[in-house]
């Protein structure tokens, strides 16, 4: 669609991981465009979550490499991860329940700011300018996610469908190149899954962050994704965009539950 | 009739009738309030930042006073000595982190709790051996002595000790709810792998919180070791430290300035008022009694967050 061809943002090549017994993912490779929606689909227990988990850094596989804007980071910590511009949600939303949505959001903000650790104590002159700057910064995310009305409301007491929405401002906070979203429309009303699914292509659309994520919902996958990838058991069993993949007989048949002898 | 009078009546005409006395007995007691918050706080700040209750609270006080007051006696001026001190506590906090809670990431609450106890037996015996065991005067050049402001008397230690308390307690107010830093302790507290996947170093804000736990810890060692000397009872203090933990709630700053006052002030009260109708020893069993009652009552604590889990 784009007239420049896409590059690849992240490169997964052959990753493995095992859980004792399980084999969690199995050779997985896969390659995120930059400026893309990716997909990432399949049955329960696929090793969706886990290959999330591998890109942001929380498991390191077994096996295989990651390279992000083409530098291998298989080994890194969470924390450096984020570093390099990779931001995510979780499946179970994990705010800090006690915190303010705004409070909950600056902390998005921690790795963009700077600043000598006395002065910061201080809570003083140049602290204090940059934590205004970052401020506004992230009042400009509450515009755009519709979420003004909750600003001091502790996270904790929002319903479900709000701290998703949250959670997605706190990503976008650190203002990511990558955004992954493990299930952001999970549990979610019709009306809300509608919302989200229009921030979510208005975040890829307004700064072309390239966004990968986890969804149950086929109809929303169709709709959103400009690629999707399918796993099973581990196992890549699809790639390809949302037209081919729906019509692969792999997907069909690890939807309906053919038998794996 | 004599004991109801003595219980409900004599003790409240007593302050009415000589209110300088009540005045002396009242600042006496937020005095020793503020002594107490001091240690309670070094445990608030490790419980905020890492879910863990640090048993080696109390000894570290006793350690950070015991650093101090060994290097003074080895001829080293005090500020260079304190300048030291905190350089110890600093790289004890470092040390705490790469050996003890390093390798026991994402166990169990309790498994990092009985490390502390572990803690606990070893600092006790590291200050024993470097610096022993007899009691140590700790002189800070503040006289143990008083003067009076519109005839109350006032104890200039204590004064000190108050007014340093609440400085301190200002500042890490303001460094929890305002900066950066504060926010990503808060963040680590709450929710481990979210704060991780915002980039906050782990590792980085352990070092913090153990730094900064040690260093109010230095600040409890002094005042209280200028106040009755370094020994080995110092750590027991962290006993007193307790009640004034379940009164304010565990996670909570200001909780433990407030119950601090509270016990403080309470059982100064307790002792000079009703302390004859029994006996004296008042002071003893206060703070526990309170605490008994909170843990009834109000489990969370004044200020603690209450915890309520969806079934």
Partial sequence: MSPAAPSGLLEVDGISVRFGAVQALDQVSLSVRRGEIIAIIGPNGAGKTTLLNVISGFYHPAAGHIRFEGRDRTHLAPYD??????????????????????????????????????????????AKAQELEHRAFVERIIDFLEIQAIRKTPAGRLPYGLQKRVELARALAAEPTLLLLDEPMAGMNVEEKEDMCRFILDVNGEFGTTIALIEHDMSVVMDISDHVAALDYGRKIADGTPAEVRNDQAVIDAYLGVSHV | MDLLYGVFVGPFRDMVTAPTFLAEVLIGGVAAGLMY????????????????????????????????????????????????????????????ERVVLRPLVNQEHIILFMATIG????????GEMVWGANVKKLDIGIPDESFTVAGILINKLEMTAAATAAVLVGVLAVFFQRTKIGR???????????????????????????????????????????????????????????????????????????????????????????????????????????????????PQGLFGEKIIERV
Avoid: C
């Fill in chain 2, 119 to 126: 803690l606990n037996f070893f600092l006790e015996g590291l």
């Fill in chain 2, 184 to 298: 990503a302790l808060r963040a680590v507290a709450d929710d481990h792998e979210a704060a991780l996947s915002l980039g906050i170093p782990l590792r980085t804000i352990w070092v913090v919180v153990w730094s900064v736990a040690g260093i109010v810890a230095i600040v409890a060692g002094i005042m209280w070791g200028a106040k009755s000397g370094v020994q080995f009872s110092l750590s027991l203090i962290a006993l007193k430290a307790l009640p004034v933990l379940i009164l304010g709630g565990f996670t909570s700053v200001p909780g433990a300035i407030v119950g601090g006052l509270i016990i403080g002030t309470g059982e100064k009260i307790g002792e000079v008022y009703w302390g004859p109708l029994v006996g004296g020893a008042i002071e003893n069993w206060f703070a526990y009694v309170v605490a008994l009652a909170f843990l009834l009552v109000r």
């Fill in chain 2, 37 to 96: 918050s001091l240690v309670a706080l070094g445990f608030v700040l490790i419980f905020k930042a890492s879910g863990v209750f640090n048993f080696a609270q109390g000894v570290m006080v006793l350690f950070a006073a015991l650093t101090l007051v060994g290097l003074m006696e080895r001829g080293v001026p005090m500020v260079v000595a304190l300048a030291l001190t905190i350089g110890v506590m600093v790289a004890l906090a470092f040390a705490i």
């Fill in chain 1, 81 to 126: 991860v984020a570093a390099l511009g990779i931001a995510r949600t979780f499946q179970n939303v994990a705010l800090f329940k006690g915190m303010s949505v705004l409070d909950n959001i600056m902390t998005g903000r921690l790795l963009k700011m700077k600043g000598s650790f006395l002065l910061d104590a201080l809570y003083w002159g140049p």
